[in-house]
């Protein structure tokens, strides 16, 4: 098991960056790929990005390809979203994600969910 708490959310303008942080606890977080994902409200949650064990693949939506970048300190059991040149189009609830297994876009391959930081931009 792994617990998972998110922080960094706020509410910015529109062109701004923010950045979330998710520290991990429990099983060697090394060994997870990790996630992010988003909820508006009214939608569904879709996937934002992924990265894998050790940094070196990454996933992105194509939403956010080129805006947004996840990173990852395995020495402090952290991952991170970097998001830049925010839209209010990417307000939304920001949960982070872990598996076992392998980078996936789909929902349903991350059994471990944080409580969620919400992003707010203003136009």
């Known amino acids: 098991q792994v617990q998972l708490v998110e922080s960094g959310g706020g509410l910015v303008q529109a062109g701004d960056s923010l950045r979330l942080s998710c520290a991990a606890s429990?099983?060697?977080?090394?060994?997870?790929?990790m996630g992010w994902f988003r909820q508006a409200p009214g939608k569904e949650r879709e996937f934002v990005a992924a990265?894998?064990?050790?940094?070196?693949?990454?996933r992105y939506a194509d939403s956010v390809n080129g805006r947004f970048t996840i990173s990852r300190e395995n020495a402090k059991d952290t991952v991170y979203l970097q998001m830049n040149s925010l839209k209010p189009e990417d307000t939304a609830v920001y949960y982070c994600?872990?598996?076992?297994?392998?980078?996936?876009?789909?929902?349903?391959?991350?059994?471990?969910w944080g409580q969620g930081t919400q992003v707010t931009v203003s136009s």
């Open positions: 994600t872990a598996n076992t297994g392998f980078l996936s876009r789909l929902a349903r391959s991350y059994p471990y």
């Open positions: 429990g099983r060697t977080f090394s060994s997870y790929v």
């Open positions: 990265i894998s064990w050790d940094g070196g693949s990454t």
